[in-house]
């Protein structure tokens, strides 16, 4: 049997969307590593820290430890706002040039929702809702085609389903100009 071949997953949205809880959830499922950058900021020591040198750091020791796993041949899950092209750009360079496919989902909730979860402390995200206006104001969704996933919306094992329905190899259908037979292949 063939080792699947590795992915790099990616989980955008803006602070209080749930991109933590689903992604524990994901890779846990899918028994792959996750990183955040509010989880790696804490490792750091760096908790409370959100000027630009230290954002960019935070950002590069995720980098180095998605490209650990990707190497090893082992697919990760990565969740982050990386609500500017320039915050993705370094992880799609990596998958081009590992030749790994990358793989978006952008969580989405309701305003309301993102204000009343944000109101209470989180156990990595120090985010609050005037953080999350900031953000917001800046953020841009990813220009690729990505899943969507409303999570104010749909039960976090419904999203999870969702989200492996998406990642999991599609069959192509391929039509051979010879002799008109079909052929299903699975695509990356």
């Not at 524990?24 to 630009?52: E, F, S, V």
């Amino acid at each position: 049997m063939t080792k699947p071949r590795p992915q790099l997953i990616l989980i955008t949205g803006l602070p209080g969307t749930g991109k933590s809880t689903f992604a524990r959830a994901l890779a846990q499922a899918m028994d792959i590593p996750h990183y955040n950058t509010d989880g790696l900021r804490n490792a750091l020591g760096l908790r409370g820290k959100y000027d630009p040198a230290t954002k960019e750091m935070v950002y590069a020791k995720l980098l180095e430890r998605t490209s650990q796993h990707l190497q090893d041949g082992q697919s990760v899950v990565v969740d982050a706002t990386f609500f500017s092209p320039n915050l993705r750009q370094p992880f799609i360079e990596l998958a081009n040039s590992l030749e790994v496919p990358s793989r978006w989902i952008e969580l989405e909730a309701a305003e309301d929702v993102i204000r009343n979860r944000v109101s209470f402390q989180r156990p990595d995200s120090e985010a609050d809702f005037s953080v999350y206006l900031k953000i917001r104001d800046q953020y841009s969704p990813p220009s690729c085609p990505h899943l969507v996933l409303q999570s104010d919306r749909l039960m976090l094992a419904d999203m999870v389903r969702r989200a492996m329905s998406y990642l999991s190899p599609k069959p192509k259908l391929f039509i051979s100009s010879t002799n008109m037979d079909f052929h299903y292949a699975a695509t990356s």
